[in-house]
C-alpha cells in the first residue's frame, strides 16, 4: 500500500488534468521502496518514484450506498503516519498545507517494479488531522462527494409514448 498527496492540485478537475510537478508529491508507505514510472517515450529512461516509510498500517477504505434511500454515504478512511524525523523534517511541520489537498491511494504486489503495475483504489481529499508527538492522523474524505450529487434514478423508464414525458426518468 502507497500514497500519494499532491500538495499543489486542485479538486477542481481530476489530477490527470493537472500539470502537477512530481517533485511536489508526498509519497509515503510502510516500508522505503521505489517503483518506476514508464515514460511515453520508449527511449528515454523511466521515472523512479521514493516511497517514505512514514505510513503506521495500511489505511481501511469502506464504501457504502442506499440505493433504497437513494443517498451515497460519504466514505472516509483514516492514515496514521509516523511523525517521525525523516529527510530532514517530521510530517507535522508540513501538514497545515496539506489540508483540502488530493490524494490517492494504491495497492500493489511487493514484486512490482513499475508504477503502472499498481491499483488505485481510492482518491480522496484531506478533512481533517490529528497530531500528538508519534502520530499524525489524517481523516480522508472521498473526493466523488465534491464532484458528484446527483440522485441516482430509482427507475428508468422506456422511450414510449404512453408515458407522460414528467413522469419519465423520475
Known amino acids: 500500500c502507497f500514497i500519494h498527496i499532491y500538495p499543489e492540485a486542485s479538486t477542481i478537475k481530476p489530477l490527470y488534468d493537472q500539470n502537477i510537478d512530481e517533485d511536489s508529491v508526498i509519497r509515503i508507505s510502510m516500508s522505503e521502496f521505489s517503483l518506476n514510472k514508464k515514460n511515453e517515450n520508449p527511449n528515454l529512461p ?27 454515504t ?26 483540502g489537498s488530493p490524494c490517492e ?7 512490482a517494479e513499475f508504477f503502472e503495475d499498481a491499483m ?10 490529528n497530531q500528538t508527538d508519534k502520530y499524525v492522523d489524517l481523516t480522508l474524505e472521498d473526493i466523488s462527494t465534491f464532484k458528484y450529487d446527483t440522485k441516482v434514478p430509482l427507475f428508468v423508464f422506456p422511450e414510449d409514448e404512453g408515458i407522460p414525458d414528467t413522469m419519465r426518468n423520475k
Open 105 to 111: 491511494i494504491y495497492f500493489c504486489s511487493s514484486n
Open 74 to 99: 460519504i466514505t472516509s478512511a483514516n492514515i496514521r503516519i509516523n511523525n517521525i524525523l525523516n529527510k530532514g523534517e517530521v510530517f507535522s511541520d508540513k501538514i497545515r498545507d496539506l489540508w
Open 46 to 72: 523511466a521515472t523512479s518514484y521514493v516511497y517514505q516509510p512514514l505510513l503506521e498500517k495500511p489505511p481501511s477504505i469502506q464504501n457504502k450506498m442506499d440505493i433504497i434511500k437513494n443517498k451515497h
Open 120 to 129: 488505485l483504489i481510492y482518491t480522496a481529499v484531506i478533512k481533517r488531522y
